[in-house]
Nanobody
Framework: QEQLVESGGGLVQAGGSLRLSCTVSGLTFSDYNMNWFRQPPGKEREFVASIGWDGARTYYADSVKGRFTIARDNAKNVLYLQMNNLAPEDTAVYYC????????WGQGTQVTVSS
């Protein structure tokens, strides 16, 4: 059974850092491009970052470019999101995602940034 499990969220002050992880099972992780999305309170889910299957290419939303870094470890089946210089507007539930004939989502991890 395919499973994506996020971890690493929490409460942090503005300017602080967090590293999120997403552990994938039930899929051949190294075959998949991977994404991070987030859903701020009361808003739609939005794209944050993506990474190619081999880690060679990465893409970022303008709002996080230069502050967030997406990475992966194909030997461990883990996707990461390093978040630096966090701001209150980064407060959201963060989800990892991939797709083939269907979309796969984790349960999300809450990130709260206090001002």
């Amino acid at each position: 059974q395919e499973q994506l499990v996020e971890s690493g969220g929490g409460l942090v002050q503005a300017g602080g850092s967090l590293r999120l992880s997403c552990t994938v099972s039930g899929l051949t992780f190294s075959d998949y491009n991977m994404n991070w999305f987030r859903q701020p309170p009361g808003k739609e889910r939005e794209f944050v970052a993506s990474i190619g299957w081999d880690g060679a290419r990465t893409y970022y939303a303008d709002s996080v470019k230069g502050r967030f870094t997406i990475a992966r470890d194909n030997a461990k089946n883990v996707l990461y999101l390093q978040m630096n210089n966090l701001a209150p507007e980064d407060t959201a539930v963060y989800y990892c995602n991939t797709r083939d004939t269907r979309a796969y989502w984790g349960q999300g991890t809450q990130v709260t940034v206090s001002s």
